[in-house]
């Protein structure tokens, strides 16, 4: 599920947990909603999100 964090965005896990997420364009249309996410892990919880659509 796709959440705001202050000025950005996390994206809530199934499995438990959060990924900070590095977005290049704002999807609000898609907050609090269940979302895909494409993109690279670029550390254990933060993620450079490529694109974002609904799950």
Known sequence: MLLR??????????????????????????????VRLVGVLTGPDHVDADGVQPA
Do not use: I, N, Q, S
């Open 5 to 34: 964090d202050g000025g950005g965005f996390v994206l809530k896990r199934d499995a438990g947990g959060f990924y900070r997420l590095d977005l290049h364009r704002t999807p609000v249309d898609l907050v609090e909603k269940r």
